[in-house]
C-alpha cells in the first residue's frame, strides 16, 4: 500500500492537502502466472517429441509452477476479500451492506488462522449463502488440488513400495487429467507421472472454477481477468 501527499492552493491560499491511499492486490497476478505457466508447457510439448534432461527440468518447473501459483490465486484471493470487507470497499463487494463489512471485521482476526478452504466456508456462511458441498466434485477437485500443492512444497521422499502420503494423493487424483507422457510407465506416478501438461491445466482450471462459484454464490464481481 502506498500513501501519496498532493500539497497545493485553493481560491490563492496555501495548505491544502489530499492524501491518496492505494492498496495494490496480488491474487490475479498469481493466476495470471499459473496460467503462463500452463501455456509454457504446452508450448513445450508441441515443439518436442522427446525430452532431453533440461527439457524434463523445464517441464517439471512449468507444471509445479502453475500448481503452486493455483493455489497461491486462492490463498491470496480469499485474504484480499475479506481484508476488502475490513476497509468498508462497496466497490469490491457490491453485495454486502454495513452489517456484512462488521461482520467479517469482527471474525477476521481469527479466520485469518484457519486453512485455506475453510475459510471460504466461513465467509459463505457470514454472508448467510450455502458453503460448498464438501463431497461435491467442485470441492473435492479443490481440496486435492491444495493437497498436491502441500505434498510439492513439503515434499518428503518415499519408497516406491510404501502406501504413505503419495499413495493418498494418487488416489485422490488418479484419472482426474492425463499423465506425463515423457516419463517411463514404472515410474512412480507422484512425483513423475503426475507432473504433466495436463496437470497444469487441470490446476488453473480447478482454481478458476471454484473461485467463479464462489463468487457467484456471494453475489460479487469475479475474482478472475
Given at each position: 500500500?502506498?500513501?501519496?501527499?498532493?500539497?497545493?492552493?485553493?481560491?490563492?491560499?496555501?495548505?491544502?492537502?489530499?492524501?491518496?491511499?492505494?492498496?495494490?492486490?496480488?491474487?490475479?497476478?498469481?493466476?495470471?502466472?499459473?496460467?503462463?505457466?500452463?501455456?509454457?508447457?504446452?508450448?513445450?510439448?508441441?515443439?518436442?517429441?522427446?525430452?532431453?534432461?533440461?527439457?524434463?527440468?523445464?517441464?517439471?518447473?512449468?507444471?509445479?509452477?502453475?500448481?503452486?501459483?493455483?493455489?497461491?490465486?486462492?490463498?491470496?484471493?480469499?485474504?484480499?476479500?475479506?481484508?476488502?470487507?475490513?476497509?468498508?470497499?462497496?466497490?469490491?463487494?457490491?453485495?454486502?451492506?454495513?452489517?456484512?463489512?462488521?461482520?467479517?471485521?469482527?471474525?477476521?482476526?481469527?479466520?485469518?488462522?484457519?486453512?485455506?478452504?475453510?475459510?471460504?466456508?466461513?465467509?459463505?456462511?457470514?454472508?448467510?449463502?450455502?458453503?460448498?458441498?464438501?463431497?461435491?466434485?467442485?470441492?473435492?477437485?479443490?481440496?486435492?488440488?491444495?493437497?498436491?500443492?502441500?505434498?510439492?512444497?513439503?515434499?518428503?521422499?518415499?519408497?516406491?513400495?510404501?502406501?504413505?502420503?503419495?499413495?493418498?494423493?494418487?488416489n485422490r487424483l488418479k484419472g482426474k487429467f492425463g499423465l506425463n507422457k515423457y516419463v517411463?510407465?514404472?515410474?512412480?506416478?507422484?512425483?513423475?507421472?503426475?507432473?504433466?501438461?495436463?496437470?497444469?491445466?487441470?490446476?488453473?482450471?480447478?482454481?478458476?472454477?471454484?473461485?467463479?462459484?464462489?463468487?457467484?454464490?456471494?453475489?460479487?464481481?469475479?475474482?478472475?481477468?
Open positions: 500500500m502506498s500513501i501519496t501527499n498532493i500539497s497545493g492552493s485553493a481560491h490563492g491560499k496555501a495548505g491544502v492537502s489530499v492524501t491518496a491511499r492505494l492498496k495494490h492486490h496480488f491474487s490475479k497476478q498469481h493466476l495470471r502466472a499459473a496460467e503462463f505457466f500452463a501455456e509454457q508447457v504446452q508450448t513445450l510439448n508441441a515443439n518436442l517429441q522427446t525430452h532431453n534432461e533440461t527439457q524434463q527440468l523445464q517441464h517439471r518447473a512449468y507444471v509445479t509452477g502453475a500448481v503452486l501459483s493455483a493455489v497461491a490465486f486462492l490463498e491470496a484471493s480469499i485474504n484480499e476479500l475479506y481484508l476488502c470487507a475490513l476497509d468498508g470497499d462497496a466497490t469490491a463487494l457490491p453485495s454486502f451492506d454495513a452489517h456484512l463489512f462488521a461482520l467479517f471485521t469482527q471474525f477476521w482476526e481469527d479466520v485469518e488462522k484457519f486453512p485455506l478452504l475453510h475459510k471460504y466456508q466461513v465467509a459463505l456462511t457470514l454472508a448467510g449463502k450455502n458453503r460448498f458441498d464438501p463431497g461435491s466434485p467442485q470441492y473435492q477437485d479443490t481440496e486435492s488440488l491444495v493437497k498436491l500443492r502441500d505434498c510439492l512444497v513439503h515434499y518428503r521422499p518415499e519408497w516406491d513400495d510404501e502406501s504413505g502420503r503419495h499413495q493418498k494423493l494418487e517411463a510407465e514404472s515410474a512412480l506416478w507422484f512425483p513423475h507421472q503426475c507432473l504433466s501438461d495436463a496437470c497444469a491445466g487441470w490446476a488453473v482450471a480447478t482454481a478458476r472454477n471454484f473461485s467463479n462459484e464462489f463468487c457467484k454464490e456471494l453475489a460479487i464481481p469475479q475474482r478472475v481477468i
